[in-house]
Every structure is written in structure tokens, then in C-alpha cells.
């Protein structure tokens, strides 16, 4: 099973699962699966030509625009993390994300 973590925008859609496990060998197979069970989160990711330019979905720390895309081959274990792009154009990876969400509720 892929771990598929859920950014809080999106929750409304999953029932406020925060992460949710699925089968698949690819992210695209993953995604489908996702989209059985809550219709609604493929149009939210993906448009015509793929991934979304303001989404970004990582396995691990790794991009899949870095890797093989939608096609990106997964393992069991895997860990994929959706992540919204931040306002100015730079996105986070989700350890940055992370760090950077501590930095924001500290002080």
C-alpha cells in the first residue's frame, strides 16, 4: 500500500482523512484509486496535461515532475505528499513545508 498524505484544502474531499492508504504501481494509479473513493480530488490535481501547475506531488522528497511524472513507478511503503504551491511561485518540498509550518505557529 501508498501512503497518500492530504493537504488540509483537499480534506473536504477525503472526510477529513489527513492521509489515506491506496494501492497502485504508479502515482497515475494511485490518483484513480483516490478518485473512486472521493470523487472530485482528480479535478482538483490534474487538468488536460497533467499535474495541475499550482499542485505538487511528491514521492518522498522527490518531484514527479523531476521523475516520470504520473507514470513514476511506486513500491510499497511509498509516500506520496500532495502539496499546494506557495504564494510568489516557490513550492516546498514537504519537509520544507514541515520546517516552515513550525517556523509559522513558534512565537
Known amino acids: 500500500m501508498i501512503t497518500v498524505r492530504i493537504p488540509t484544502p483537499l480534506?473536504?474531499?477525503?472526510?477529513?482523512?489527513?492521509?489515506?492508504?491506496?494501492?497502485?504501481?504508479?502515482?497515475?494509479?494511485?490518483?484513480?484509486?483516490?478518485?473512486?473513493?472521493?470523487?472530485?480530488?482528480?479535478?482538483?490535481?490534474?487538468?488536460?496535461?497533467?499535474?495541475?501547475?499550482?499542485?505538487n506531488i511528491y514521492v518522498g522528497d522527490e518531484d514527479i515532475r523531476f521523475l516520470d511524472g504520473l507514470e513514476t513507478k511506486l513500491k510499497a511503503g511509498d509516500e506520496i505528499s500532495i502539496v499546494p504551491a506557495i504564494a510568489g511561485g516557490r513550492s516546498l518540498r514537504p519537509s520544507d513545508a514541515l520546517i516552515a509550518g513550525r517556523c509559522s505557529t513558534e512565537g
Open 11 to 55: 480534506r473536504s474531499l477525503t472526510g477529513g482523512e489527513e492521509q489515506i492508504q491506496a494501492p497502485g504501481e504508479t502515482v497515475k494509479a494511485v490518483l484513480e484509486t483516490l478518485e473512486q473513493k472521493h470523487p472530485g480530488l482528480r479535478d482538483r490535481l490534474l487538468d488536460d496535461k497533467g499535474v495541475r501547475r499550482f499542485v
